[in-house]
Nanobody, 130 residues
């Protein structure tokens, strides 16, 4: 599956952005979808994951209550990351990724960081100014 992320940009602290990741190729609905981010000089970190069906989600503690992951399986083969109340520490390159291991909600979504994702998209830069 090929993934294309978009929607990044420059925003002031407290603002919002919505990232999109469109998939093509193999069946989109058979993949759990995740968002990860990497800030300069830091390791790539888990941000959010959503199950095949969209019924189960999980978030990193640092973004809980501010970010929302969702997916449109029926029409657009797209996963979204709505980011509200952005902080300067959210500045990073954001990557979407797909994995055939479905997320059931019975473990932490951060497991996908060590598990490794099957497919990665190109990143999109998010910069939050103070």
């Amino acid at each position: 599956v090929q993934l294309q992320a978009s929607g990044g940009g420059l925003v002031q602290a407290g603002g919002s952005l919505r990232l999109s990741c469109t998939a093509s190729g193999r069946t989109f609905t058979m993949y759990a979808m995740g968002w990860f981010r990497q800030a300069p000089g830091k390791e790539r970190e888990f941000v959010a994951v959503i199950s095949w069906s969209g019924d189960s989600t999980d978030y990193a503690d640092s973004v809980k209550g501010r970010f929302t992951i969702s997916r449109d399986n029926a029409n657009k083969n797209t996963v979204y990351l709505q980011m509200n109340s952005l902080k300067p520490e959210d500045t990073a390159v954001y990557y979407c990724a797909a994995d055939s291991l479905d997320y059931t909600g019975s473990w932490s979504g951060s497991y996908y960081k060590s598990h490794g994702m099957d497919h990665w998209g190109d990143g999109t830069q998010v910069t939050v100014s103070s």
